[in-house]
């Protein structure tokens, strides 16, 4: 059993021995409707007085029309044609019966039996067809898997069932009984269901071990049972057991009831949201409740400044009054002494988490600005101004007194990157320029900036390579231009808003290096064929390794 060694430490290591047991008057006023629900011997006994109508027979082989049995062959109604199948006969072999018999025809089965077994290599199938059984069911076999059924009454699991047993789209009317096991080695038994409804176990037999896809509405353990595992979401177990007794498996509990017990180890992989104690003589091991979110709460409190008026809270940043610091600090006591619990319930780490989102959300209702007009780092602005090389202004038409690797620009292109340069320096002169208007000037130039290079052109002096083909290198060139990106100068791109797009400033200077290389070579007058056609494998390959150095967000 996948849980059992874990349980076994987890006993060890955490005991617990609740000596307050809930009072009888709490006990029935918060709890009722488990007694009510779940008291399955009692509940029978006043349902199941009379014994079904009908004859009690062993069917001895089927046909496609007719059942034959210990007292004769019978028709077969429509309603239970699918009942009696033929695929259903090995399953059937030998089955005990209880029917009623109208005419010669076979009108209800008010009990049945299932007698054959199968093997761990070969399941016997049993399918109903979603034909309806008006009493109850009882596996008598094992390795037997029922399937598409109603059943009116009770399914009866017997002792003969050692080993494996399986349901699957089955409705049960009064529940499952699982018959005690008299052996000196009791094995585990593997109990599947599968779309069970209105699924509710009385188990009487140690080493059961359910697993299921849908919420098990009851469980009840009694007598003898010293463990069982069940790998299933659960709304009610009730433990009433004679001596020790061991929980196994994982899931959720919505509650556990001990009822009678020694040494009762609740401590599986199960998250139980509530634990009463009915015996005041059970000593009960806990189980460990998961307290994953709220210690992810506790490791990262959201608290603002405190102030009076915020006269001294930049305006950038958020504050409340100390009386609604401490009025949310309450609410963060309280988890951390549930978070410091190690006896802590489910229910109470529950609770703890939803005062605090309580309290967490009114405190944030009750924040506001500060109203202290605050400066901002210049520093990086600056150094970036400062970091600007302007280019030669030519006077002639495409640089024409100028050497081919001498980069040059328009008296526009001049003109701009003196206005964005203009803008930065007047934020960083200003003794009141805050943080954000830093931000928005250091993004404003560092595109004017890029702009301004992309504007660059080369002297073109000399006619060498004057009958070269350089269209598509100077189209790559234009293109280019479209993938420039912000530049996030932390390298986090957390001095960016986090839908901006961005690279490194390593990355960025070495797209622009091969962009400007790749415009030498477009106004080289002298560049020869290879040399262009190098020059646009160069701009291809930087343009790839630009666009997987980008990011979105902080890195």
Known sequence: MKNKALSTFMATALTATLVLPVSPVNAASSDSSVNQSIQFGERLAATKTKVPAGDAVTITNITKDKVRTSNGQYNISDSLKSLFKTSNSTALTNAQATIVVKKGEITSVTSLTLKKAGTNKKTVYFDGGDAKIEGSLTVDADYVKVENVAIEDELIVTSRVKKSFSLDKVTIGDGI??????????????????????????????????????????????????????????????????????????????????????????????????????????????????????????????????SAYGSDILTTERWTTQADRNTFEVAVTN?????????????????????????????????????????????????????????????????????????????????????????????????????????????????????????????????????????????????????????????????LNYNIRWTTLTDFNYFENAIQQARYVENNPSATQNEISSAINTLNNAITQYRNAQYTGIR
């Open 335 to 495: 988890a951390r002494a549930v978070a410091n619990n190690t006896n802590a319930s489910q229910e109470q780490v529950n609770n703890a988490i939803t005062q605090y989102k309580n309290a967490l959300t009114a405190y944030q209702a009750v924040q506001k600005n500060g109203t202290k007009y605050g400066t901002g780092d210049k520093t990086t602005l600056q150094s970036i101004i400062d970091s600007i090389k302007y280019q030669y202004v030519t006077t002639s038409y495409n640089g024409y007194e100028l050497g081919a690797n001498i980069p040059w620009t328009t008296q526009a292109d001049r003109d701009a990157i003196e206005r964005a340069v203009a803008s930065a320096q007047a934020v960083v002169n200003n003794y009141y320029s805050n943080q954000n208007d830093v931000t928005n000037a250091i993004n404003n130039l560092n595109y004017a900036i890029q702009n301004y290079k992309s504007s660059y052109k080369y002297g073109a002096n000399g006619y060498n390579g004057y009958y070269a083909d350089k269209s598509q290198l100077s189209f790559l060139i234009t293109s280019a231009k479209s993938e420039y990106v912000q530049i996030s100068y932390t390298g986090t791109g957390s001095d």
């Open 177 to 306: 009984t699982f018959k005690p096991l008299a052996a000196r080695k009791i094995n585990w038994l593997d109990v599947s269901l599968n779309d069970v409804k209105s699924a509710t176990l009385n188990v009487q037999r140690t080493k059961v071990d359910v697993s299921s896809n849908q919420t098990i509405s009851a469980i009840e353990v009694v007598d003898k049972v010293t463990a069982i595992e069940v790998s299933s979401n659960v709304d009610k177990l009730i433990v009433d057991v004679d001596k020790d007794f061991s929980l196994y498996g994982d899931g959720k509990i919505e509650q556990i009831t001990v009822k009678g017990g020694a040494n009762v180890s609740l401590a599986s992989g199960h998250i139980v949201n509530k634990v009463q104690v009915d015996d005041n003589k059970a000593s009960v091991t806990l189980p460990m409740a998961n307290k994953t979110e709220l210690n992810k709460i506790l490791a990262s409190l959201p608290y603002v400044s405190v």
